[in-house]
């Protein structure tokens, strides 16, 4: 089965790893912008990671025949420097109409501190400026309910938001509910050994449906497995889930979110 990977970070991945996606099926993706493995001292840091993301990267999954589209935005790891993050959303204008940008992302809190949640209001700002969709990280383990508390209060307060327009990443059971009821898109990001697993996952469709949810792997820096949606497409079949269902949450959900991007130009495999 064709797939898409909605939210995979290939700067932290081998060319090795483009042939094995390829080979599982995968023909698209999208990689939003994040934490370099170190903190970067100046805008031009960030200059050059979106030069990466917007050029060097795509033309790496085009050689696998995969569809390489981002997200730019410096990561709420380090939004704690207010100056600088301000310094890199000023400058992320040169590159939004770059091939494959679908948009501003991946912003959102990482410890649901203050400094955090002003350069969240502040990419917001911008993408609502610039018309752009929006890819929303929320944090991990026990800091996961309240900054997702956090980022729904600051998107619903802003009645400039299209909420089909955003996507809040790394839903589990305790806060897929409000992000979907909201009318949010939600991802659930598959990791091998913590968070989120295949079977998870596969138990909150059968909770929730198919309807503005999508999977992901995330593939970063910690320990990840970049094939984890082939892993939950054989755990959905495992359970006798049609293909129809299955293709609709990673294929056909991606293609209708990223279809609402005006850099979206996806050219489906014949
Ligand atoms: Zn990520």
Same mark, same amino acid.
């Given at each position: 089965?064709?797939?898409?990977?909605?939210?995979?970070?290939?700067?932290?991945?081998?060319?090795?790893?483009?042939?094995?996606?390829?080979?599982?099926?995968?023909?698209?993706?999208?990689?939003?912008?994040?934490?370099?493995?170190?903190?970067?001292?100046?805008?031009?840091?960030?200059?050059?990671?979106?030069?990466?993301?917007?050029?060097?990267?795509?033309?790496?999954?085009?050689?696998?025949?995969?569809?390489?589209?981002?997200?730019?935005?410096?990561?709420?790891?380090?939004?704690? $420097?207010?100056?600088?993050?301000?310094? !890199?959303?000023?400058?992320?204008?040169?590159?939004?109409?770059?091939?494959?940008?679908?948009?501003?992302?991946?912003?959102?809190?990482?410890?649901?501190?203050?400094?955090?949640?002003?350069?969240?209001?502040?990419?917001?700002?911008?993408?609502?400026?610039?018309?752009?969709?929006?890819?929303?990280?929320? %944090?991990?383990?026990?800091?996961?309910?309240?900054?997702?508390?956090?980022?729904?209060?600051?998107?619903?307060?802003?009645?400039?938001?299209?909420?089909?327009?955003?996507? !809040?990443?790394?839903?589990?059971?305790?806060?897929?509910? *409000? !992000?979907?009821?909201?009318?949010?898109?939600?991802?659930?990001?598959?990791? *091998?050994?913590?968070?989120?697993?295949?079977?998870?996952?596969?138990?909150?469709?059968?909770?929730?449906?198919?309807?503005?949810?999508?999977? $992901?792997?995330?593939?970063?820096?910690? *320990?990840?497995?970049?094939?984890?949606? %082939?892993?939950?497409?054989?755990?959905?079949?495992?359970?006798?889930?049609?293909?129809?269902?299955?293709?609709?949450?990673?294929?056909?959900? %991606?293609?209708?979110?990223?279809?609402?991007?005006?850099?979206?130009?996806?050219?489906? *495999?014949?």
């Amino acid at each position: 089965m064709y797939y898409i990977d909605p939210h995979i970070h290939m700067v932290s991945r081998t060319t090795d790893d483009y042939e094995t996606l390829a080979k599982m099926g995968c023909v698209g993706l999208s990689e939003p912008a994040f934490w370099a493995g170190y903190d970067r001292g100046s805008v031009d840091g960030f200059r050059d990671y979106f030069r990466q993301l917007t050029d060097f990267e795509s033309r790496r999954a085009a050689i696998y025949g995969i569809q390489h589209f981002t997200w730019l935005c410096i990561n709420a790891k380090e939004a704690e $420097n207010v100056e600088l993050s301000r310094d !890199v959303i000023a400058m992320i204008p040169e590159f939004l109409n770059a091939k494959g940008v679908l948009g501003i992302g991946e912003i959102g809190l990482n410890k649901n501190t203050r400094n955090e949640a002003i350069v969240f209001l502040e990419h917001i700002d911008l993408a609502m400026k610039t018309n752009e969709q929006i890819l929303i990280h929320t %944090p991990h383990l026990e800091d996961k309910y309240q900054g997702t508390r956090m980022i729904l209060d600051m998107l619903i307060s802003d009645n400039r938001i299209e909420r089909h327009r955003v996507l !809040v990443d790394h839903v589990e059971e305790h806060t897929i509910r *409000p !992000v979907l009821e909201a009318g949010f898109w939600a991802g659930m990001t598959l990791y *091998p050994v913590s968070k989120c697993t295949p079977a998870r996952a596969a138990d909150m469709v059968e909770m929730y449906g198919p309807e503005r949810l999508m999977v $992901n792997s995330a593939g970063d820096w910690g *320990p990840s497995k970049p094939t984890a949606v %082939p892993d939950f497409i054989l755990e959905m079949r495992r359970r006798g889930h049609g293909e129809e269902l299955i293709r609709r949450i990673v294929y056909d959900n %991606p293609l209708t979110f990223f279809g609402q991007s005006r850099n979206f130009d996806f050219q489906a *495999p014949c």
